[in-house]
């Protein structure tokens, strides 16, 4: 980040405010600072010293609370609606989490009994980056307030329908890393590279659009978004997979950055992280062309169902930007309307 905008940063973290640069930045300084100090000390951190260390590199109100038990975390679980067998399930399953709170601003949780000093680190910046994002971005801070105004004023089943909706994000990003087997278990190298063109060709494919048809297969396939049908909920669906993949990306890239750190990596001996974070932007690409896709079907399958009711340049202008007549087509016929 240039100097400027660090200037930026530290004035708008003094309201609690952080871009997504400033927070990737923030948290991939910490997580770095993290492994220096373990390694200092020969031994792995505890919880103070990782509290310590969120004092000195993040502003005084963008640093938030950092939970080691599994036990401290079951609470705020259970406050959005699971029961506590659940919540130790969930928490067992991850490496960590930035923990929801319902009366405030989200907690980061590393069991550090679990790891290694490269995966605390590398753990803590990707829950710490997932944490001053949905705390500390503007953009995550408006969509909170409209969120909780939806939920207070929808019925209990359209909030069912809304979880369901929001779980698609969730089944994508796990469906792609499965199928590419990529886990993103913290400090796994890969020795192949970790551009889109890299995991083409290991994966076997003549070029990246192997990889794009794998991933649209999975969107097709796994989640049943056809842009040729009409679908239930298909776009809220697509803005959710899209809304997922685009948070998961930063935190993925902050702790590949970590690790890559830690390691000493080099350019084709690459962090693992660094290979979801190319899938998880290609696989945007791919949801962008299916929702215009999508799009572009429903507006045509309207266009053709009143196509009588459109005359003159309305109907040329619309048969031509859904590629129902040439450019060619469209010039004659227009000159032929004057």
Excluded at 70 to 82: H, L, R
Excluded at 100 to 116: S, T
Excluded at 151 to 170: F, H, T
Aim: overall charge positive; proline content about 3%.
């Amino acid at each position: 980040m240039s100097l400027f905008g660090i200037a930026v940063t530290n004035i708008t973290s003094k309201f609690g405010l952080l871009s997504r640069k400033a927070s990737m930045r923030l948290a991939t300084e910490t997580g770095k600072k993290l492994f220096d100090k373990s390694q200092q000390l020969g031994r792995t951190l505890n919880k103070s010293e990782i509290e310590n260390t969120f004092n000195e590199v993040l502003p005084k109100k963008c640093r938030p609370k950092i939970l080691t038990n599994k036990n401290d975390c079951v609470p705020y679980f259970k406050e959005i609606g699971f029961s506590e067998q659940q919540a130790k399930l969930k928490l067992d399953k991850v490496g960590g989490v930035s923990v929801p709170n319902i009366n405030g601003k989200r907690l980061v949780y590393v069991p550090i009994d679990k790891y290694d000093n490269v995966s605390i680190a590398s753990i803590t910046a990707h829950e710490l980056e997932h944490t001053l994002e949905a705390n500390h971005r503007p953009q995550n801070l408006i969509h909170k307030i409209i969120d909780q105004i939806k939920m207070k004023r929808i019925k209990p089943e359209e909030q069912r329908k809304y979880i369901r909706i929001a779980s698609c994000g969730e089944t994508m990003q796990d469906t792609i890393k499965d199928k590419f087997g990529v886990i993103g278990v913290p400090g796994k190298t890969i020795d192949y590279g970790a551009t889109a063109s890299d995991i083409s060709k290991q994966q076997g494919y003549k070029s990246e659009q192997g990889l794009f048809s794998q991933i649209r297969k999975i969107l097709r396939n796994r989640l049943n978004l056809n842009p040729k049908t009409k679908g239930y909920n298909t776009i809220p669906k697509y803005n959710v997979i899209d809304y997922t993949l685009d948070m998961e990306k930063p935190a993925y890239t902050v702790q590949g950055k970590v690790e890559e750190y830690a390691l000493n990596l080099t350019d084709k001996n690459k962090s693992e992280a660094s290979v979801i974070v190319s899938l998880y932007d290609t696989a945007k690409k791919v949801v962008k062309q299916e929702k215009k896709r999508y799009l572009k079907n429903k507006i045509l399958g309207r266009l053709k169902s009143n196509e009588r009711l459109l005359t003159g340049k309305d109907k040329l202008e619309a048969q031509y930007m859904f590629g129902l007549i040439s450019k060619e087509q469209y010039e004659i016929a227009l000159k032929q309307l004057k």
